[in-house]
């Protein structure tokens, strides 16, 4: 009866994971410019790096945009939309850069 309650929770577990998609690889930005996600749905702008930190102006589905101060490499920053998820990923900085990656999911 148990194992009957297990599967399915695994198997929308697995589907849900496996639905996650890359939508900007690994990528360097500098300090003043801006990226797009694949789809274009995203669009970071890196506003300042200094030392181990970073503030980023993001703009989701061409609405106001937010900004997001004093991140660290390491943080991961959620943008929810009506149907799906993006996790903008900060990696690291170096100089006057930031690497960063983004994953889409849905909800």
């Avoid at 300090?31 to 030392?51: C, F, Y």
């Avoid at 660290?72 to 799906?84: F, R, S, V």
Wanted: proline share 5%.
């Amino acid at each position: 009866m148990r194992s009957a309650l297990i599967l399915p929770t695994l198997l929308a577990a697995t589907s849900a994971f496996a639905q996650t998609t890359t939508a900007l690889p690994e990528t360097s930005v500098s300090e003043h410019m801006a990226v797009s996600t694949n789809d274009g749905r995203v669009i970071i702008e890196v506003l300042k790096v200094q030392q181990n930190t970073v503030s980023l102006s993001i703009i989701l589905d061409a609405k106001e945009p937010l900004a997001f101060l004093d991140q660290h490499p390491g943080d991961k920053i959620t943008l929810n939309a009506e149907e799906d998820t993006y996790d903008v990923d900060i990696r690291a900085t170096r100089g006057l850069s930031v690497t960063l990656a983004v994953a889409h999911h849905p909800r």
